[in-house]
Structure formats: C-alpha cells, structure tokens
C-alpha cells in the first residue's frame, strides 16, 4: 500500500513535466506576436516596438530549451498573461471564477451520489425485475442526452415557460449586492457568503439559481453512478457473509443496507470521486448554458475570442488539478478498501 | 422486455444508417456544397413546419428537416473518421505495451498518462483555439485526445490474455512476434474494444456537436446537429409574455434526433456486451 502511493507520488512530477512540455509544444503552433498575449501582464506593453524587445526579453528568437525554461519561470510566479476575455490578468480571471465553478461543484455532487447510489442499489435489489429494466433504460437514456439537449430543455422548462429558474448565478439586485464594496467575499461562495453577511433572501436567490445547473449535472451523472452501484451491489448480494446474515435470520431491510450495501459503495465512491474532479474540470457545456459564470464558460468564451492566454492558463491549471484529484482518489481508494492491491 | 430494447438498438441504427446513405434523396441538394444547408430566405425569426420546411426553419432561415438529414451524415463521418484514427493510435500503443512489457510498458503508459491529464473539452478546445475552428480541426483534436481509452483498454485485456496457455503454447513453438501479436492476442482481447466502438459511435458525434454548439466546430450553416440545436437557444427561452413553445419545432427536431442516434448506439452497444461479455451478465 505504502510502495503503492509512493511511487505515484513519484510518478506525479513526471506527469506534470510531461503535462507541460505538450502544452509548450500546442504554444509553438502560435506566431510569436499571438504568444506575447500569453506573457505580458497589461495590452499596454505591446504598443509601439515594444513588441520586439519583449520578444526578446522573453527568449521568443531563442532554442526550445531555452524558451521553455522561461516559460516554465513565468508560470511557477503565476504570470499566465493578461486575459482579453475578462481585461485582467489571466490568475486573476482564473482566481474570481474558480470559486463558482467550485460551489456548482460541491452543490451538484451531493445529488449524484445520493441519487446514483439510492438507483444502484434499487436496481440491484429488484435484479432482472421490472424496476431493475426500467432503471436500464433510464441510464442508457442518461447515457445518450448530451448536455447541450438537456440543458435547453431544462432552461425552456423552469425557465422558458415557468419563469422559476433564470439563468446566471444571482438576480440583478443581488449581484449589485454582492459586487458592492459592503459586502465581504469570504470564501468566494455566494452562498456561504450570503449567509455569512447575514442576507438570507440573497441565499435563497443563490441557491434557487443553481438548481438549473445541479439538475442537469445529475441526470447526466446519475447514469454512470447506477452502472457501477448495481454492479457491485450484485456481487455483494452474492457474497458469504450475506448468505451468512440471511441465515442468521436478519431482516431483508437490515441484509441490505448493513452487510451488502457498505461494501457496494466503495467503488462507486471512487467513481463519484472522479465526477467531482471532472466538474471542478470545467463543465463547459451546462456553465455555457446556464450563463453561470465559472470556469467552463470562461473557457468557451475565451475559445471563440481567441484569447490563448486565457484558454491555455486554464488547460495547465485544469491539468494540475487533473492529475492531482486522480492521484487522491487513488490512493483513497486503495486506502478505504483493503481488497485493492493496485499493481 | 431485453430483446425488444436490443431490436430497438438494432432497427434506429439501422434507420440512421439508410439516412446518410439515402441523404440526396430525402433532401436533394440544391447547389453546390450538399453540406451547405438550404436557406429559404433572411429572416430572422425561424417559420414553422410547412409543405417546403418539413420542420421548419432556424433563426437565418436554414431548413431544419436539410440539416437533420445532413447532418447525420456529418455525425456518421466525425464518429468513423475519430474512432478510425483514434483506434488505430490506441491499439498500437496499447498492444506495444502490453506485448513487450517492461520499460516500454513504463514509457508508454506514461505517456497516456499525461494524455488523459486534461480533462478531454478542456483539451480539445485548447487544441481548436490553437488550430482555428473547423470541423478537420476539431475532429483531429478530438483525436488526440480520444485514443487513452483504447490504449488502456486494449492493454489491460491483453495482459489477460498473454497469461492463458495457448499464447505460451505459440511462443514454445517458436512463432515470431507479429505472428503470436495478430493470431492470438488482439483476436482474443478485440471484444472489449467492439462494445466500447458501439459506444462511442453514440458519444463521439455528440461532442463534436457539443464543440458546434459552442460554436467551435462547423462553419455557420453546415449541416451538424449541435449548431440547429445552437440556432435554437435564443428562441426557446424569450420569456417576454409570448407563448413560449411557439417556437418548440427548432428544439424538438434536432434534439429528438440527437437523443435517438445515441440512444440507438448506446442499446447496440449493450446488447453487444452481452453477447460478447457474458461475465458483465450479472
């Protein structure tokens, strides 16, 4: 277990330096002039001949080597460049989005997994009966929705013709709130920080606009979860020690949810590990959707603008934390179920 | 009950199958470029089903019912085109790695490592803002990023395979590498990789729409389900009083043919895995 962790640690810089040498290698396809925006702090810097010392000042004219290591001291100091999406620099776009994508995040992976898991273990408990065919269909049907169908559905349902769910991530009145200098950014979450500063109908608000987003993620996570979940829920049920808490004469309820279902979760653990990861990765469709202003639809706007700063600050920082959640979840796993000798 | 899901898989495919191939009869294309869609004129609000638009018209003017139909021959193009390569890649890598084992496993392995590090639209859209939208664009990125998944999965079964007596049987007898690698290994571990095919024939085309959808992929106005689905949002969501499903027909059509064309993959793909993998039966 120990040798386990430890050589993935070991792995991590590996990965990491391989991460960003391709990268590197995408940037080498931009013109010079396009990969200054990804440098410099402030347009203004690239007025007049500026442009050619800077060039200079950065080893642009230089061997790859050369340009790479400087590149490599420019990301360690966080100088990503200056994001034309946003008109600031691009750590400091990254740093105000993040925390939404984070809190759609957190909000959305509390339904998947209570779902997923509640329809798993439903689908296996009623193995090969109706409910249990019906839930097939329902994950294939999961499986075959893209976001960007479900998602406008979604929005032309609670909000197209109910009016209960608008887009973007606060009313008007409460976002002038929330950008006024009165209000205090503690975590970055509205949420928390409403309530931190004492606005409840603001909470309210807050939540009442993640629900659009949190409904999509789910059903298109839910699918996956129910795959896993009932798989291994079926290979507990047929474990001894069920057999042997039956024989005891332990009720069916008890059977289930004491003996078999504990040791079901832990894969579906991991997998819900992975989804959170992967949404905190960007989900660049249902933000893109939903006008919620996070890291996936900073990414798509970027995208269309052409604003390489931006896009690749966001591909290396989204790679870091990629690589690093994987790693965790490994090791987690390996950690919670002693049955796991990874190679 | 299962039998009837996997004939629905079976006949939809098959449906969508006739579709592309029949494409210049069911909508015959009017000038040049058949993946051009058709515009009716320069309005900008879309007009209902009619006699001339089966489905209707987008915002633009562009024929829903054109576009559906070309488009699946788009969807069928991107899908074969990005499996192809994308297979090609992984099974190569894959096979090297499990057949030789040892550092080169290592390198290998390592390499598809930093590959799946970005999260696969983080990826690919760093890759077309790079390269420039387009549809080559987006499908050549897509593979980059796409071929892990069958290095890994084809790697993992031929190790399974490479343990079983036949294999060693063939190596006593003295059979050359390439020989004992395309008789016996990739034959036996090929299963595995037909049902995960059946699946991304469903999943590939849907994010390649997902990019047009975005606006990253097709040009405006080529025939790609996830732009009609584009087309639709600023019409579907206009809560200013009016009826709100007066324009339901630039929603519905694309999007029903988006859910069936997976749908019809992902059941394939099922009934595929259980007759080719009855251990997954359970």
């Known amino acids: ?343 | 009950m299962r039998n009837a899901t996997s004939m629905l898989g079976v006949l939809l495919v098959a449906f969508f199958i006739v579709v592309a191939i029949c494409a210049p009869f069911l909508a015959p294309p009017s000038y040049g470029d058949p993946y051009q869609i058709p515009r009716s004129g320069w309005s900008v609000t879309p007009q209902p089903p009619s006699a001339q638009n089966p489905f209707g018209t987008t915002e633009g003017q562009y024929d829903i019912y054109y576009g559906v139909v070309w488009g699946t021959r788009t969807a069928f193009r991107v899908g074969l085109i990005v499996i192809g390569f994308a297979l090609t890649i992984g099974m190569t890598i894959g096979t090297l790695a499990a057949y030789f084992g040892g550092w080169i496993d290592e390198l290998l392995m390592r390499i598809t490592d930093i590959f799946l590090a970005f999260p696969f639209l983080v990826g690919v859209i760093v890759l077309v803002t790079i390269l420039g939208p387009g549809l080559n664009h987006v499908m050549l990125a897509m593979i980059i990023f796409y071929w892990m998944t069958f290095a890994r999965l084809i790697r993992g079964s031929i190790l399974q395979v490479k343990e079983n007596q036949y294999v060693m049987a063939a190596v006593a007898l003295g059979a050359p590498g390439y020989g004992i690698i395309s008789r016996h290994l990739i034959p036996n571990s090929i299963y595995p990789i037909i049902i995960q095919v059946s699946m991304d024939m469903a999943t590939v085309p849907l994010l390649a729409a997902a990019l047009s959808f975005l606006g990253l992929g097709a040009p405006v106005g080529y025939a790609d389900w996830g732009q009609l689905v584009a087309f639709s949002r600023n019409w579907i969501i206009s809560s200013n009083g009016g009826n709100p499903f007066q324009f339901w027909y630039t929603i519905f059509f694309p999007g029903i043919t988006i859910v069936l064309y997976a749908l019809g993959w992902n059941l394939l793909g099922d009934t595929l895995r259980d007759i080719l993998d009855p251990k997954m039966l359970i």
């Open chain 1, 1 to 343: 277990m120990l040798g386990f962790a430890a050589r993935r640690m070991l792995l991590l810089p590996v990965t990491i330096l391989g991460l960003t040498l391709l990268i590197f290698l995408f940037m080498s396809f931009l013109s010079p002039y396009e990969l200054l925006s990804t440098y410099v702090s402030d347009p203004r810097q690239l007025q007049g001949d500026a442009a050619q010392t800077l060039i200079k000042q950065y080893g642009l004219d230089q061997p790859f080597y050369v340009k790479y290591v400087k590149w490599i001291d420019e990301v360690i100091h966080g100088k990503f460049g200056w994001s034309v999406t946003l008109n600031e620099p691009v750590s400091k776009a990254i740093m105000q989005r993040f925390p939404a994508t984070l809190e759609l995040a957190i909000y959305s992976i509390i339904p998947i997994i209570l779902g997923g898991i509640w329809l798993g273990v439903t689908s296996a408990v009623h193995h090969n009966k109706f409910i249990d065919q019906m839930l097939r269909v329902f994950a294939l049907l999961g499986y075959s929705i893209p976001s960007f169908v479900l998602g406008l559905v979604i929005l032309f349902i609670f909000y197209g013709v109910l009016g209960w769910l608008p887009p973007g991530r606060l009313g008007v009145n409460f976002s002038m709130i929330y950008d006024s200098s009165s209000f205090y950014h503690y975590t970055g979450l509205v949420t928390i920080d409403a309530l931190l500063n004492g606005r409840f109908w603001m909470f309210l608000d807050a939540l009442k606009h993640l629900v659009a987003p949190v409904m999509t993620l789910s059903f298109l996570s839910w699918a996956g979860l129910l795959r896993i979940t009932r798989s291994s829920m079926l290979e507990a049920l047929g474990q001894d020690y069920v057999r042997t808490a039956r024989a005891k004469g332990l009720s069916e309820r008890v059977v289930i949810n004491k003996h078999a279902r504990k040791n079901a979760l832990i894969p579906a653990t991991t997998v819900a590990g992975l989804m959170f990861i992967g949404i905190l990765g960007g989900v660049v469709i249902t933000e893109t959707i939903f006008n919620y202003p996070g890291i996936g639809s900073l990414m798509a706007q970027a995208s269309e603008q052409l604003d390489y700063a931006t896009v690749l600050g966001i591909t290396l920082i989204y790679g870091l934390v990629t690589v690093i959640g994987n790693l965790a979840v490994d090791i987690s796993y390996a950690l919670i179920d002693p049955r796991v000798r990874l190679r």
